[in-house]
Nanobody
Framework: VQLQASGGGLVQAGGSLRLSCVAS????????MGWFRQAPGKEREFVSA??????RYADSVKGRFTISRDNAKNTVYLQMNSLKPEDTAVYYC?????????????????WGHGTQVTVSS
């Protein structure tokens, strides 16, 4: 499985970005997909996850970010609104072969290379 994330960029505080992650493979619809982020000097942290069972969000992004997926396109999206400077990080998509909506990176089986999101104040 290969994951390719895109959509990052530089945006002012209060702005929006939509990240995309395309996965290879034929059984995409059965997989859980997650978004994580890592800021300089910090550990990788959970942002959001989605599977056929539902979705979940980190408290820090609830009400601002929305995760969705298009199984026909093998793609998961992260719509990020009302961005804050503290959202600045490299964002990674990850694939989990179960559907549990894990919040810890160790539970994910495959990772994309990441896309930089920078929010200016």
């Amino acid at each position: 499985v290969q994951l390719q994330a895109s959509g990052g960029g530089l945006v002012q505080a209060g702005g929006s970005l939509r990240l995309s992650c395309v996965a290879s493979g034929r059984t995409f619809s059965t997989y859980g997909m997650g978004w994580f982020r890592q800021a300089p000097g910090k550990e990788r942290e959970f942002v959001s996850a989605i599977s056929w069972t539902g979705s979940r969000y980190a408290d820090s992004v609830k009400g601002r970010f929305t995760i969705s997926r298009d199984n026909a396109k093998n793609t998961v999206y992260l719509q990020m609104n009302s961005l804050k400077p503290e959202d600045t990080a490299v964002y990674y998509c990850a694939l989990d072969r179960s559907s549990y909506l894990y919040m810890t990176p160790d539970n994910y089986d495959y990772w994309g290379h990441g896309t930089q999101v920078t929010v200016s104040s």
